[in-house]
């Protein structure tokens, strides 16, 4: 579904607007019928602080983490917000300027300070972030915010207060991780973070959190599937440059107009890398997968590409995402292009042929040994991107699926809440003028077997109305409304998030 809406009042300009935390949750009045079996709390992470002082953060990814709640319980629902105490967002209020670089703010040393202080602060080397601002996920018992560095965050999901900070650099050898996990039905964690060794070596590494104690990344029953985009870090320019010149992360970022794209095959058990499987394709970003499973001696992998080696972050600075309709339009055009797109990678080297009958998706043995891959497209519309997936997680997760939800992002800007079907192509929608929803996270019913029954959960905002923030629940078989508790204050854009069924008693 291609959104024809336009948005010449630019009420989308909203979302990037600093709110205050609540001290206390308030009351959301519901129309429409809840499903009475939709108990517990929706949670959900994204920037809610957008300048300290007069100083403003630059990129959608530098706002402070503020955590949002929607509780729904007894037919009841609540709205609670708390900002993260991260160090970066707690040295910030105190010394009311950026103390922390983030993505694409850089922090510059305090100018109270004397030039000797100065000097020692910025070669006391690379304080990196904690701004927690992109996901929400369980570890065993506990909940942790997180961004894509080494420092995660445990918070209360009752309270919404900040527990603890937790450097993963102590436990694991990784320098960071996606904010992206698989998890399996018992509560094994996968995730997949990079590590710079020795000799500027580079290395991607596997982290398992056995269920003692969701992606970034494809994974099925047997495998994981890691895709290696033209975009890269520099890590020269990150471990030099960075520290003393008030360079950015976004500044560390390169891009290679020649590699293409690939993709890497590791075996989950025994964890071993396939370096004999050299799978390439034309230049794209990738930010999210939708899904990844194994049929019949192939690995199929659904994708929110973004075509192009340009790095899509590019266009992502506040200034832009802020700018008149007309403006941010015309930016859209000259950035990547948004495509749904499958890619079926050949397991047996030997039938470098895709057989699946139902796919259009090609994989060819070039004579170097390694094998070109071409895509089916799945969804494609100019400048709408079918962006921030989910799936029925516990039920299809690496298996064979009909059905992903999307954000639709019209020219970046979120305006609709899209089901495609990824057999048929089939595309539904939800919008309503001046609506700018989120990321819809699926809820099964409870005991169901059809795929798509369930309800889709998202945090929407409507500038202009009496109550601009609302929590919208859909039915995810025909994308209807059932159900909206409106509450009287506008919700900062949030980015990802989680529902937390209502503990059993
Ligand atoms: C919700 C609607 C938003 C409106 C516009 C959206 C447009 C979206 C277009 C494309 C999709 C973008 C997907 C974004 C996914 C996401 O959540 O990304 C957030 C990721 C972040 C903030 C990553 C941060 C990574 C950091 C800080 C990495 C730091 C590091 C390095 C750069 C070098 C090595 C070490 C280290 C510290 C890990
Ligand atoms: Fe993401």
Redesign the pocket.
């Known amino acids: 579904m291609v959104s024809r809406v336009e948005h010449p009042a630019a009420g989308?300009r909203k979302?990037f607007d600093t709110v205050e935390e609540l001290n206390e949750p308030i009351p959301a009045e519901i129309s429409g019928v809840l499903p009475p079996w939709l108990q517990g709390s929706l949670l959900r992470m994204?920037p809610g602080l957008f300048e300290v002082g007069d100083e403003p953060f630059h990129h959608?990814?530098d706002g402070q983490a503020i955590i949002h709640k929607f509780d729904l319980k007894d037919g009841q629902v609540t709205y609670h917000r708390k900002f993260i105490r991260t160090d970066a967002y707690i040295r910030a209020m105190t010394e009311n300027r950026v103390v922390i670089t983030?993505?694409g703010t850089a922090a510059y040393p305090d100018p109270c300070k004397n030039i000797f202080s100065r000097f020692f602060t910025y070669f006391k080397g690379?304080e990196?972030?904690d701004?927690c601002?992109?996901?929400i996920y369980p570890i065993g018992e506990d909940f942790y915010a997180v961004?894509?560095?080494?420092y995660i965050t445990k918070v209360d999901p009752d309270t919404l207060e900040t527990v603890k900070k937790v450097d993963l650099c102590k436990y694991v050898s990784?320098?960071?991780?996606t904010?992206?996990p698989h998890t399996e039905a018992d509560g094994t964690i996968y995730n997949i973070?990079?590590c710079?060794g020795k000799n500027m070596s580079l290395a991607y590494n596997i982290v398992k959190i056995p269920p003692a104690q969701k992606g970034g990344f494809g994974m099925t029953s047997n495998y994981f599937v890691f895709v290696e985009q033209p975009v890269k870090?520099n890590?020269l320019k990150?471990l030099s440059a960075w520290s003393v010149r008030g360079t950015t992360?976004m500044d560390?970022?390169e891009s290679n107009e020649s590699m293409g794209t690939w993709f890497h095959l590791a075996t989950k058990n025994p964890a071993d890398y396939l370096k004999n499987h050299k799978f390439r394709t034309s230049a794209f970003?990738v930010?999210?997968h939708i899904n990844t499973y194994e049929e019949e001696g192939f690995v199929v992998v659904d994708l929110?590409t973004?075509k192009g080696h340009d790095f899509?972050?590019n266009?992502?600075y506040l200034a832009n995402?802020r700018k008149e309709w007309e403006e941010v339009k015309r930016a859209a055009v000259k950035a990547p292009q948004?495509e749904v797109r499958r890619y079926v990678l050949p397991l047996d080297r030997g039938k470098n042929l895709v057989s699946l009958s139902y796919t259009t998706a090609t994989a060819v043995l070039h004579s170097d040994g390694t094998i070109w891959l071409e895509p089916e497209v799945l969804f494609s519309g100019p400048r709408q991107?079918f962006?921030?997936p989910q799936i029925n997680y516990s039920q299809c997760s690496g298996k064979k699926y009909s059905f992903a939800y999307g954000?639709g992002?019209n020219h970046?800007?979120?305006d609709r809440i899209v089901k495609l079907n990824v057999q048929t192509k089939e595309t539904r929608a939800w919008q309503e003028d001046d609506c700018?929803p989120?990321?819809p996270l699926f809820v099964p019913t409870p005991g169901a077997t059809k795929e798509d029954d369930g309800v889709l959960l998202s945090i929407v905002v409507k500038p202009g109305a009496e109550r601009p923030g609302f929590l919208l629940v859909l039915d995810a078989v025909e994308l209807k409304e059932l159900a909206r508790a409106e509450v009287n204050t506008i919700i900062p854009?949030?980015?990802?998030g989680m529902f937390r069924p209502k503990p059993s008693s």
């Open positions: 989308y979302i994204g959608l990814f983030e993505f690379i990196v972030t701004n601002m992109v996901n961004t894509e560095t080494n990784v320098n960071g991780v904010a992206h973070g990079n710079f870090i890590l990150f992360y560390c970022f970003n930010f999210h929110c973004w899509v972050y266009y992502l995402l948004p991107a962006e921030f954000l992002l970046f800007i979120p700018y989120s990321e854009v949030t980015l990802h």
